[in-house]
């Protein structure tokens, strides 16, 4: 399967380094080949039309900061010409989510899809903001659109909703979707000021470069548009979501929060309206976890109300995710 990986970073790498690790039993047990055509970051790009050598693709960008000196002659394809010019089956887009216009990745699946190309997304901006008219273009190019990763990491959470929970009808949701706020949250609960709790968690590289887009809601509030198209058929976008961060939440809320057997938490909820904003739940509830974790507790018509507990972010986890959907992309070729 010929694919185009936009973006190299954290997942971009350590999907290529899954895929070099695990090249025999995925061909054993899936008959899945991974060729890895072209790669680009944001500095260059490196080609191969027969598939590129994986191994030495990461060394290059170590080395180097970039994959364009992956060949002696580099050449000189933005993202666009090369999907443009270059044959692939999927498109991968890694890039980084901005929610002012989800470029460069919008510029990337738009033209993949237009092209023929099946897409994965891990990128969540583009979704963010145009959730229904893309699906709509993959619709009407007859190519499949994956975004597994987009939501909860590797924790397979828009899995759940849509097939385990087949036949139902899931009538509400609310979940803790920013393992960053939650880290924050928690450690203000362990005494913590606001300001500590953030240098902390910068300090483990746990903030977006744009910190915003963890504390003022964005992140949580992009899942939460992926969730309500996804799972529950709205058609929304950001400006659809009611969104409040944790920047105002005080050592004192959280002490008054304890006196009730409850912590504060950022919740992603979809019942009469979708929204992103802090909470009192009760500590015995089973949403309540803490740390970087997520949560997501989805009450349906007749099967009640269960709860998904993993891991929301990591580079291998949110690769893992991919693998996911390549792997049902090859299923679904196969089988038409
Ligand atoms: N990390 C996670 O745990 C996680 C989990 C779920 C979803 N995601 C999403 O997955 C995406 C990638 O995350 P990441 O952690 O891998 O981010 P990252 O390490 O910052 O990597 C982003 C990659 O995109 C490239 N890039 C940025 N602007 C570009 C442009 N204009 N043209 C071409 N390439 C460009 C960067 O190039 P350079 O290498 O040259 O800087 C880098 O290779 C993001 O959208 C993120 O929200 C991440």
């Given at each position: 399967?010929?694919?185009?990986l936009c973006g190299f970073g954290v997942v971009g790498q350590s999907l290529v380094k899954l895929f070099v690790s695990r090249s025999e039993d995925l061909y054993a047990k899936?008959?899945?080949?991974?060729?890895?055509?072209?790669?680009?970051?944001?500095?260059?790009?490196?080609?191969?039309?027969?598939?590129?050598?994986?191994?030495?693709?990461?060394?290059?960008?170590?080395?180097?900061?970039?994959?364009?000196?992956?060949?002696?002659?580099?050449?000189?394809?933005?993202?666009?010409?090369?999907?443009?010019?270059?044959?692939?089956?999927?498109?991968?887009?890694?890039?980084?989510?901005?929610?002012?216009?989800?470029?460069?990745?919008?510029?990337?699946?738009?033209?993949?899809?237009?092209?023929?190309?099946?897409?994965?997304?891990?990128?969540?901006?583009?979704?963010?903001?145009?959730?229904?008219?893309?699906?709509?273009?993959?619709?009407?190019?007859?190519?499949?659109?994956?975004?597994?990763?987009?939501?909860?990491?590797?924790?397979?959470?828009?899995?759940?909703?849509?097939?385990?929970?087949?036949?139902?009808?899931?009538?509400?949701?609310?979940?803790?979707?920013?393992?960053?706020?939650?880290?924050?949250?928690?450690?203000?609960?362990?005494?913590?000021?606001?300001?500590?709790?953030?240098?902390?968690?910068?300090?483990?590289?746990?903030?977006?470069?744009?910190?915003?887009?963890?504390?003022d809601g964005l992140d949580a509030a992009a899942k939460l548009v992926i969730l309500a198209n996804w799972v529950m058929d709205m058609k929304v976008t950001m400006p659809d979501?009611?969104?409040?961060?944790?920047?105002?939440?005080?050592?004192?809320?959280?002490?008054?929060?304890?006196?009730?057997?409850?912590?504060?938490?950022?919740?992603?909820?979809?019942?009469?309206?979708?929204?992103?904003?802090?909470?009192?739940?009760?500590?015995?509830?089973?949403?309540?976890?803490?740390?970087?974790?997520?949560?997501?507790?989805?009450?349906?018509?007749?099967?009640?109300?269960?709860?998904?507990?993993?891991?929301?972010?990591?580079?291998?986890?949110?690769?893992?995710?991919?693998?996911?959907?390549?792997?049902?992309?090859?299923?679904?070729?196969?089988?038409?």
């Amino acid at each position: 399967m010929r694919i185009i990986l936009c973006g190299f970073g954290v997942v971009g790498q350590s999907l290529v380094k899954l895929f070099v690790s695990r090249s025999e039993d995925l061909y054993a047990k899936y008959g899945l080949k991974p060729r890895v055509v072209g790669v680009f970051d944001s500095k260059g790009s490196a080609v191969d039309q027969s598939g590129l050598d994986l191994e030495k693709l990461i060394l290059v960008k170590k080395e180097f900061g970039t994959v364009k000196n992956y060949a002696k002659t580099k050449n000189n394809y933005s993202g666009l010409d090369m999907i443009k010019n270059i044959d692939a089956d999927v498109l991968i887009e890694t890039t980084a989510s901005n929610y002012k216009d989800a470029e460069p990745g919008m510029t990337h699946i738009t033209n993949a899809m237009k092209s023929g190309m099946h897409v994965i997304s891990v990128n969540k901006g583009p979704l963010a903001l145009a959730f229904p008219s893309l699906m709509e273009l993959a619709t009407y190019n007859q190519v499949m659109f994956k975004f597994s990763g987009t939501v909860g990491g590797g924790t397979p959470i828009l899995d759940y909703a849509k097939n385990s929970l087949k036949g139902e009808r899931i009538t509400s949701f609310a979940g803790i979707l920013n393992g960053t706020t939650n880290y924050i949250l928690t450690n203000m609960a362990n005494g913590l000021s606001f300001d500590a709790a953030l240098n902390d968690a910068k300090s483990k590289g746990y903030v977006e470069a744009d910190e915003s887009l963890d504390l003022d809601g964005l992140d949580a509030a992009a899942k939460l548009v992926i969730l309500a198209n996804w799972v529950m058929d709205m058609k929304v976008t950001m400006p659809d979501i009611k969104c409040t961060g944790i920047r105002k939440v005080t050592t004192e809320n959280i002490k008054n929060a304890a006196k009730k057997k409850c912590a504060v938490k950022l919740i992603a909820s979809c019942n009469k309206e979708l929204e992103v904003s802090p909470k009192e739940i009760s500590v015995d509830d089973p949403l309540c976890v803490n740390g970087t974790l997520n949560a997501i507790a989805f009450t349906s018509e007749h099967s009640g109300t269960q709860t998904i507990i993993g891991k929301g972010a990591g580079g291998m986890e949110t690769a893992s995710s991919i693998l996911r959907d390549l792997l049902d992309i090859r299923q679904e070729i196969a089988r038409t």
